[in-house]
């Protein structure tokens, strides 16, 4: 089987090195379309290994990092009730609610998948940036965590669907910014409540005075 270097992606992103389950190019590229629910992406390369015979070295390393299946972590439940409520709240003002949430060395952005994503009806954990990082779903009363979600990871998902408001105000008073625009917050009031005022109306929270008491 070939082993595989960590490799540090165009965005900067470290990757780590694995053992893939197969021992040639051309292995890999038939078990990609072999699969019906392989990704596009994973499918281009194999295409690509098909028409040209070789790849770059960082893409034989997708190529055979999607076709080795990784390991899956147990899922995690959770209820994610209070999550989908405020979510459902901001929806009606905003076309793409989202929280952006850090703790530590961990930012993660959780949101509702939209219709066109292959997660839509979840609520989709990740990197605020996009391609940084996937973590996992929530859905079905449990988190299901990738390959990538660290115990860091995980644990602020189950604090953050136990008490999202809490968590969210955590947030800005430890960064200084709000988690739902990522702006600065500015007044005694915004960073007694952890946002500003615009967001905690959209989002259904109580701010000022009123999350105060």
């Known amino acids: 089987m070939l082993k595989f270097n960590s490799i540090i992606s165009a965005s900067g992103k470290a990757h780590a090195g694995f053992t893939s389950k197969f021992a040639t190019d051309a292995e890999a590229a038939a078990a990609i379309f072999a699969d019906p629910e392989a990704s596009s992406f994973g499918r281009d390369l194999a295409a690509k290994f098909n028409k040209w015979g070789n790849l770059s070295e960082a893409r034989r390393f997708w190529l055979h ?11 995690v439940e959770v209820d994610a009730s209070a999550i989908e ?7 009606a ?6 929280f952006i949430l ?10 509702k998948a939209g219709p066109r994503s292959k997660h839509h009806g979840s609520i989709t954990v990740a990197a605020p940036e996009f391609g940084a990082g996937w973590f996992g779903v929530i859905k079905d009363g449990a988190f299901h965590p990738s390959r990538g979600a660290t115990p860091e990871v995980v644990q602020l998902v189950k604090d953050f669907a136990a008490d999202p408001a809490k968590v969210a105000a955590e947030h800005g008073h430890a960064s200084g910014n709000c988690c739902f625009c990522r702006r600065e917050l500015t007044t005694t009031e915004s960073l007694a409540a952890g946002f500003g005022p615009v967001c905690a109306e959209n989002f259904g929270l109580p701010w000022g005075k009123v999350a105060a008491a």
Do not use: D, N
Not at 85 to 91: F, G, R, V
Not at 93 to 98: A, D, H
Not at 102 to 111: D, E, H, N, S
């Open 65 to 75: 990092r999607v076709a080795t299946p990784e390991a899956q972590a147990p899922p």
């Open 102 to 111: 850090t703790r530590g060395p961990v930012t993660l952005k959780v949101a």
């Open 85 to 91: 409520t405020i979510l459902a709240t901001a929806s």
């Open 93 to 98: 003002k905003l076309k793409f609610p989202k």
